[in-house]
């Protein structure tokens, strides 16, 4: 029977480490540089809190411009804050937002998407992570915010009786060093408004000319690569 138990125990330890020998590791940094407090799980609510529905291979930036790859990410869309795994200890650890300049992360797709952390001066201030969308000249940036609100009530799968949701509250912004942030919504009308009276007429005949019509992100991403192309000012 021990002779069992002790087999047991040895295969375990065998395919421990053989998982964790088959997690890619970068040696150029420091693992012990990653601070941060163990993640506490959210509020088990409808909706969902994580822009990330899985863990993906991502990288950091920290403050000093060094930068940690083939980690595995998650991006807390409630919190505002980046979740590491750990596969060593098994551990997850939100991660130090002033430790950091940025991070990224591939999405299963294959698209990689890059954040960066930039202070906020308008309705609550503070230091965020905001989604580059596109970068230039003037940057067009998202913050992917969730929301914990009220709702009508409703059962979980244990039959309780709850009243709370996690609901999308995307902000988008216009941003450049010199004039700062200027909020703009994902739409035509939206999009158009963020130009003064005498740019808007030949900006509307430029969509019309590139077939774009704003329906959603994409297209309103493209829409502003388009616009910009062009040199029209963005009026703050």
Known sequence: MKTRISLI????ICLNTLALAQIPQNSHWDGEKIKGARFMLHPAYIGFPFLNDSWVPGEIEFSDREKADSLNLRYSSYKDEVVYYNPANGAQIVIDKASLSGFSFIEKD?????????????????DRYFEILSSGK??????????LNSTSTYK??????LNMAYNTDYQFYFYSPEKGYTYVRPTHSGMISKFNKTQQK??????RKNRIRITGEESFVQAWKAIEKEGYEVTF
């Open 202 to 207: 030949p900006i509307k005949k430029l969509l």
């Open 138 to 147: 003037i940057d067009l940036l998202v913050y992917r915010k969730v929301s």
């Open 9 to 12: 125990l040895f295969l375990a």
């Open 156 to 161: 979980d799968d244990r039959g309780t009786l």
């Open 110 to 126: 294959g698209k990689t998407r890059i954040f960066r952390k930039q202070y906020y001066d308008g309705f609550i201030k503070g």
